[in-house]
Nanobody
Framework: QVQLVESGGGLVQPGGSLMLSCAAS????????MGWYRQAAGKQRELVAV???????NYADSVKGRFTISRDNAKNTVYLQMNSLKPEDTAVYYC?????????????WGQGTQVTVSS
């Protein structure tokens, strides 16, 4: 059974940093594109950052230069380093694993971890 378990969320002051981790199990991690999404209260879920199975990176404009996504295939883990945090980064952050093969789209989500940026 597939599990994505996020950790590392919490309360941080504006300008501070947090690192989120997502440990995956039950999937062949190396072939999946891994992403972080977030959903603020009353808003739709939005893409934050993606790292493909080949290592290509993509970021939302709002986090470019502040957030860094990375993956450790040996540990089946994807990370999101968040620096210079702003109150508008407050949201529940979700880990995603996605793959498309043999005409089937595979898509899995973690349970989410709360990030609150406030003084």
């Amino acid at each position: 059974q597939v599990q994505l378990v996020e950790s590392g969320g919490g309360l941080v002051q504006p300008g501070g940093s947090l690192m989120l981790s997502c440990a995956a199990s039950g999937i062949m991690f190396t072939i999946y594109n891994m992403g972080w999404y977030r959903q603020a209260a009353g808003k739709q879920r939005e893409l934050v950052a993606v790292i493909t199975s080949g290592g290509s990176l993509n970021y939302a404009d709002s986090v470019k230069g502040r957030f860094t996504i990375s993956r450790d295939n040996a540990k089946n883990t994807v990370y999101l380093q968040m620096n210079s945090l702003k109150p508008e980064d407050t949201a529940v952050y979700y880990c995603n694993a996605g793959d498309y093969r043999n005409y089937v789209h595979y898509n899995y989500w973690g349970q989410g971890t709360q990030v609150t940026v406030s003084s």
